[in-house]
């Protein structure tokens, strides 16, 4: 009892152990580098999935672990740990930084819940387009953790308005009863007693419908303290909490930056495809914004239906007086909203270099018209989405926010220096370099799975899935990605996955982004568990949600994201990447790895793996 405690304790070291010593043989036994390979991806994928080293040094291993295995040298890799990727990350960490500080994301979210009006429904939908929208520029769980509090107040104060209600019903009618009826004294002390003696609980009594009122009126959220009224009450908290959640990550779907999945997608595939100039920010917010969107209403309306029922007729009526509990939730957001005062003019920096960076990206090369880039058309390629976002951060190191002044010896106050938009303190506290690493890592396994073959023999072993429909592939696959990402980082789940998605997509001989597009928006969907990623664990910290409750509302969200994903895969995505065709950037594994077909022959292939 005493060893198993002790293993307990040592869990994550024995693990590491473990791990390292169970896949020595690979390597030991099979002496090619597609094995030695093979053994630093499986090392690398469990510790990441297992979480018994930090995400970020466990991203450092290839960087130990293939100079020694003669797989790639030490510079090389070192130079996997620093890309474009991390460039435009900074940029975008700078306006985050920029956005946070002068509290711009709060008067974008609580003008935009204004605009939408206090009706429940509307109200929820209010707080999700706002989430969604602040989480497309800033992070999924920054988004989170910002809007939660305000969401909180609204509901603790929705509820005190509706006991409020109450009571101020319950006095008119005793009011309205004292002066309308006589009542004899002795009934109504009968009365008075046997409510007493109903009220009191009685020993053994076995009674379930006293025993979930009593419950319903005397629980407490175990965090908050504040207690739930009736059941509606607790209902509304789980869906305005999960719709937060949800909503940060849906948003993060919609722009490159919008999270670190994406990022980091799109800095793999750039890598590999250099010829392919197809995914920019203007590409990626075009295919991605109307699944943004689509999935954003169904989960709307999946979440109300689940928590609070969906009534069209209530939520449509025009003309209805506000319910005392509606204005008692207006005057909060308005309230909060005021504490805010007018506009500043840092604020008013910052949205403009914000509005101006968004232009930036999406008129850079759009595709359907020409874009600024062909001012450098010189030297084509040179130009990308990081060279606006350093841009617009360097500016706000430049840009003063406010004038520092001291006191001289006269007692005259004057101004000596000036304090810029951000501060790198600031800037530093904001970094997220744990995902800076962990994404250097991914680079560098993806390189050393190129160099030493192991993509190419993994794409040779998937080829016999060319004879199932495309559209079974990118499910499957889909459905993969989706059950993984719950288990583990979204970040690690897309930086294991890259490099065997990819060799599969050339060996079936299918366009790769239409297997990996998919593939990567289902990265994301992680909504089952609160430790499947931060902005669920956030909103659970709250104390209104039960894990079965994020089970349930999870899964439903899940089916609609990936039905969403597979339905703008096959209508609007497909003719926007020419989808059906396979590209000139892509290598043509089919023709290396099959003897040589005669056209006929060759059409017969192709139309089998489009069946």
């Not at 896949?23 to 036994?29: C, G, M």
């Not at 990350?89 to 956005?99: F, N």
């Not at 072993?461 to 990402?485: A, C, E, M, Y």
Request: proline share 6%; glycine share 6%; charged share 15%.
């Amino acid at each position: 009892m005493k060893l198993l405690g002790y293993a307990l304790v040592y869990r994550r070291l024995l693990l590491v152990v473990f791990t390292v010593l169970l896949f020595l043989p690979l390597p030991l036994v099979i002496h090619t580098k597609e094995a030695q390979c093979a053994y630093v991806l499986f090392v690398v994928a469990i510790l990441w999935i297992t979480e018994a080293l930090p995400l970020s040094i466990t991203a450092l291993l290839p960087g130990l672990m293939f100079p020694m295995f003669g797989i790639l040298p030490s510079s090389r890799v070192a130079s996997s740990y620093f890309k474009d990727f991390h460039l435009l990350l900074i940029g975008v960490i700078c306006l985050a930084t920029s956005i946070e500080k002068w509290n711009l994301h709060r008067r974008i979210a609580l003008r935009m819940v204004m605009m939408v009006g206090v009706n429940p429904a509307w109200l929820t939908l209010g707080f999700m387009s706002s989430t969604a929208f602040l989480s497309m520029w800033l992070s999924n769980t920054s988004t989170a953790a910002m809007v939660m509090p305000i969401v909180e107040a609204v509901a603790q104060q929705i509820i005190s308005a509706e006991a409020e209600a109450e009571a101020t019903q319950m006095t008119y009618f005793n009011e309205s009863a004292a002066h309308g009826l006589e009542i004899d004294e002795t009934v109504i002390g009968q009365e008075i007693n046997e409510r007493k003696e109903k009220t009191k609980p009685a020993p053994g009594s076995s009674n379930e419908t006293e025993k979930v009122s009593n419950k319903m009126e005397t629980e407490k959220n175990s965090v908050t303290g504040a207690k739930y009224r009736s059941k509606k009450d607790h209902m509304m908290c789980k869906l305005m909490c999960l719709s937060i959640a949800y909503s940060s990550t849906i948003g993060g779907l919609t722009t490159i930056t919008g999270t670190s999945t994406n990022l980091i997608f799109s800095e793999q595939f750039n890598t590999r495809y250099p010829d392919c100039r197809c995914l920019n920010f203007g590409s990626w917010f075009l295919f991605s914004f109307p699944v943004a969107v689509i999935l954003l209403l169904l989960s709307w309306i999946w979440l109300q239906w689940l928590f609070l029922g969906f009534n069209f007729k209530e939520m449509f009526k025009c003309g209805k007086t506000k319910t005392l509990k509606e204005k008692a939730c207006a005057a909060v957001i308005k309230q909060e909203y005021e504490k805010l005062g007018p506009m500043r003019y840092q604020e008013t920096v910052t949205l403009v270099i914000f509005i101006i960076m968004a232009l930036l990206w999406f008129s850079r090369d759009p595709g359907f018209v020409t874009g600024w880039s062909v001012l450098f058309s010189k030297y084509p390629g040179y130009v990308t989405d990081s060279t606006v976002a350093l841009v617009a951060g360097i500016l706000f190191f430049l840009i003063p926010a406010k004038k520092l002044t001291k006191t001289t010896s006269t007692g005259e106050i004057v101004a000596f220096d000036y304090s810029p938009l951000i501060t790198w303190k600031e800037f530093q506290s904001f970094m997220p370099w744990d995902i800076a690493i962990l994404v250097g890592g991914g680079f560098a396994l993806a390189d050393g799975c190129q160099v030493s073959g192991l993509s190419a023999w993994i794409g040779n072993k998937l080829s016999p899935l060319g004879s199932l429909p495309v559209w079974l592939i990118i499910l499957i696959s889909s459905l993969i990605v989706t059950s993984l990402t719950e288990v583990a980082s979204n970040p690690a789940t897309i930086t294991i996955l890259f490099p065997i998605l990819s060799p599969l997509a050339e060996a079936i001989h299918v366009n790769p982004l239409h297997v990996l597009l998919p593939s990567t928006l289902c990265t994301s969907f992680a909504f089952l568990l609160p430790v499947a990623n931060p902005p669920n664990a956030i909103v659970f910290s709250y104390g209104h949600l039960r894990v079965i409750d994020m089970v349930k509302a999870g899964l439903g969200v899940n089916i609609l994201g990936v039905a969403v994903v597979m339905l703008g895969i096959f209508t609007w995505i497909d003719p926007m990447f020419n989808l059906h065709e396979y590209p000139s950037w892509a290598p043509d594994v089919l023709n290396q790895t099959m003897p040589p077909q005669t056209p006929k022959s060759y059409q017969f292939i192709r139309s089998n793996l489009w069946t």
